[in-house]
């Protein structure tokens, strides 16, 4: 069997010019691939850390100020309504002058 090969092994003439080494960016894709995947399990990990803090400090300043609390939310709804408003009136201008 001259022109045989192993199951799954290149023909003898497709195999690589120096057996199995590879080109030196090949052998950087390979080895920057199980950083990517730590960077983003750190950075998933991180992100869960963050949110989980920021809603128990939520929790805790609505646990101990509950009326400083509800004045926030009521300043912060506010400042939305009255942004929300200019910004409707801004477009209405804008496309009445167009019209």
Do not use: D, N, W
């Not at 128990?56 to 300043?61: G, K, R, V």
């Not at 609390?69 to 009521?74: E, F, G, N």
């Amino acid at each position: 069997m001259t022109g045989a090969s192993p199951a799954g092994a290149a023909p003898a003439e497709h195999a690589a010019p120096f057996g199995s080494l590879q080109t030196a960016p090949a052998a950087a894709r390979e080895s920057a691939r199980p950083r990517r995947a730590r960077h983003t399990m750190l950075r998933m990990s991180l992100k869960r850390v963050m949110t989980f803090l920021i809603l128990a400090f939520l929790l805790f300043f609505l646990v101990q100020e509950p009326v400083e609390a509800a004045r926030v939310v009521r300043t912060a709804g506010e400042s939305l309504g009255r942004t929300l408003s200019v910004l409707a009136e801004g477009l209405t201008r804008f496309l009445s002058s167009l019209f």
